[in-house]
């Protein structure tokens, strides 16, 4: 009776057993301060702008005059107007074509809702466990390829019918560029295929080679479907709230049936985040949230050069908050090394898929100076191992 295919999702290597054996070592030793480099979460609050903007949502759900509820399925329209005329100015998209929801974790999945069971779906290895989870979970067809010398997925010379790609990359860190997405964009437009593109980490690009968005290249509004989120750029972690373009030009009807799934599967993302999300492209919102980037990227610019200068192979880190770090120790192994020697959390790269095997991720989304503790105990450590 159950989905059997839920029964091949991963159990060993998760983020469940890194918090797992992270809450054991706590309680066994409840005066060590442990830093963790392993965060995926933020370390800014969600700035004043915004929260303001969402005690008014509050106050407006009490009184019946201003009350919303249902009806606003496919995202409140001044949300969408404002993404549009902020995230993609001059790609000429309609209302209809951008959705918002409840985080881009649930959308990179639940989109597969709209292609048939019998889809072949291509996965880079190593890859952010989630796009795998979500095709066994919806019984889709998946086929893992490793990734290239670049730590990139490489343009196939067989048939896909869906391409999960993220850019600026988690775990990685590293993101593709303009010339590399062309080809993508090629080989989806002869092969009939569509890219599923996570951009959610867009607001740490700064390599001019890079683009900003997956719609920058020609052709990819029939072949593409972008999605992106406030979690990082505006703290949204805790709150959720997130968007995605479906182009009418990829398939016909595709806005009518995404839609219709909508109607039937889907609320509406929250009305305060909503709002909380529109108050993000204010002025002093915006000055706020680059200066979070910025200090964010300084932590990665950190991180990167104290482990190279140590010794270690480092990956990503310059378009993305996440770096990748190649060791000669098994992931969980070194896992816990640096837990119960350093007292610092790293993420094991196994967790993203049997290729990162020797790999761990590290995160510069925590606190500089939680990073330089971390640095100066792994100093420490290999100093006096040399």
């Given at each position: 009776m159950l989905n059997k295919n839920l029964e091949r999702i991963e159990k060993d290597n998760t983020f469940s057993l890194v918090n797992k054996k992270l809450k054991a070592f706590k309680l066994a030793n409840p005066n060590i301060k442990i830093v963790s480099l392993g965060i995926g979460d933020v370390s800014k609050p969600i700035c004043k702008p915004v929260v303001d903007a969402m005690h008014k949502a509050v106050d407006d759900l009490g009184d019946i005059k201003t009350f919303s509820?249902?009806?606003?399925?496919?995202g409140l329209e001044e949300l969408r107007e404002t993404i549009l005329k902020n995230d993609y100015k001059g790609f000429d998209f309609s209302l209809d074509e951008v959705y918002v929801s409840d985080g881009a974790k649930t959308d990179s999945t639940s989109i597969l809702e709209l292609f048939d069971k019998d889809v072949k779906v291509l996965l880079g290895n190593p890859l952010y466990p989630i796009y795998k989870n979500g095709c066994l979970a919806l019984s889709k067809s998946i086929e893992e390829v490793p990734l290239n010398e670049e730590y990139k997925l490489a343009v196939p010379s067989k048939h896909y019918d869906i391409i999960y790609l993220c850019s600026p990359n988690n775990p990685i860190g590293n993101a593709y560029t303009y010339g590399e997405l062309k080809k993508w964009i090629k080989y989806?437009?002869?092969?009939k295929s569509i890219i599923l593109f996570d951009n959610v980490y867009e607001p740490f690009i700064s390599s001019k080679d890079v683009p900003h968005s997956i719609y920058e290249i020609n052709g990819a509004k029939k072949?593409?479907?972008e999605f992106r989120s406030f979690s990082k750029k505006a703290s949204f972690t805790g709150l959720r709230c997130s968007y995605f373009i479906i182009p009418k030009q990829i398939a016909k009807n595709v806005n009518y049936y995404w839609k219709e799934r909508?109607?039937?599967?889907?609320?509406?993302?929250?009305y305060v985040a909503q709002?909380?999300?529109?108050?993000?492209?204010?002025?002093?919102?915006?000055?706020?949230?680059?200066?979070?980037?910025?200090e964010y990227k300084a932590n990665a610019k950190y991180l990167k050069k104290s482990f190279t200068k140590l010794g270690f192979e480092v990956i990503g880190g310059d378009d993305a908050p996440f770096?990748?770090?190649?060791i000669k120790e098994k992931s969980w192994d070194y896992f816990d090394f640096c837990l119960k020697k350093l007292n610092v959390v790293v993420i094991p790269g196994v967790i993203f898929g049997s290729n990162g095997e020797h790999h761990i991720r590290i995160s510069a989304l925590g606190k500089i100076e939680d990073s330089k503790i971390a640095i100066e105990r792994f100093k420490e450590y290999y100093e006096k191992q040399a």
């Open positions: 509820g249902y009806g606003n399925y496919y989806a437009l002869t092969n072949c593409a479907i909508t109607l039937n599967r889907f609320n509406g993302a929250s709002i909380g999300a529109i108050a993000t492209y204010s002025k002093e919102a915006k000055r706020i949230q680059k200066q979070n980037i910025k770096m990748w770090v190649k």
